[in-house]
């Protein structure tokens, strides 16, 4: 039987800026499958962002747990949550957050410069994953030399060079034309299928979702339904 990778037990985050309090989630129950690539929908506003940050350990719950991969990330101190982060969790967004003034095997090799590795080594596994993702002859240009295609897969490599067992994705198609969305979504697919690694996304985009396993909605805080996505399910079939 598949584990859940991921559960959240009636999770709070209240935020009180200049005195006006905000009750970003409000009771939030979810679990997540090892493996699943979940979406996760809502206005603008709700908490989607807000649940993100919380799953990558950016931010703490007001009340509420949060156990991924087996720890509670909540019980953690902000030096562990680092280290779990970089461990554990890739992240990939929107705006790409490609360091400029870095080539794309440059701030691909990041993450495992951080874990230790040599420079000649972290080197070496970047370029390999960027080969392997169709970057072979783009490794050294610089962001602003990339489309924006391009630039997602640089920024989607990074993401997986520690290997994580969770990648968060912050509208990761939301900068992009649709040819090219469906595009990274067809990637995501299929590092899920090879690396069995779990997905999480948030989009405003329902054909994006539908590009999942299963779609989270989310209002004023509170999930109001789930669905499970049966165009996902015939394509893995």
């Not at 990558?56 to 680092?82: A, F, M, R, Y």
């Not at 490609?98 to 596994?125: C, H, K, R, W």
């Amino acid at each position: 039987m598949t584990k859940n990778i991921v559960v959240l037990k009636n999770v709070h985050k209240i935020y009180d800026p200049d005195g006006v309090r905000v009750h970003a989630l409000r009771g939030i129950d979810l679990e997540v499958k090892e493996g699943e690539m979940l979406a996760i929908m809502g206005p603008s506003g709700c908490g989607k962002s807000t649940l993100l940050n919380l799953l990558g350990g950016i931010d703490s719950p007001t009340q509420g747990n949060i156990v991924i991969n087996g720890i509670d990330i909540t019980t953690l101190s902000d030096g562990e949550k680092t280290t779990f982060r970089r461990d554990n969790i890739g992240y990939i967004f929107q705006l790409f957050n490609l360091l400029d003034f870095l080539t794309a095997i440059e701030n691909v090799a990041l993450p495992l410069l951080l874990q230790g590795y040599t420079m000649s080594a972290a080197m070496e596994e970047a370029k390999m994953l960027l080969r392997q993702l169709g970057l072979g002859d783009r490794i050294y240009h610089y962001p602003n030399q990339l489309s924006g295609g391009q630039a997602q897969r640089v920024a989607v490599a990074r993401a997986l060079m520690t290997h994580p067992a969770i990648i968060l994705g912050d509208e990761p198609t939301g900068d992009l034309d649709t040819t090219t969305s469906l595009d990274i979504m067809s990637l995501f697919r299929r590092i899920n299928r090879q690396n069995k690694q779990t997905l999480i996304i948030v989009t405003h985009s329902r054909t994006i979702a539908e590009k999942c396993d299963r779609i989270v909605h989310i209002e004023d805080g509170k999930i109001v339904r789930e669905e499970s996505v049966q165009s996902a399910k015939e394509e893995i079939a």
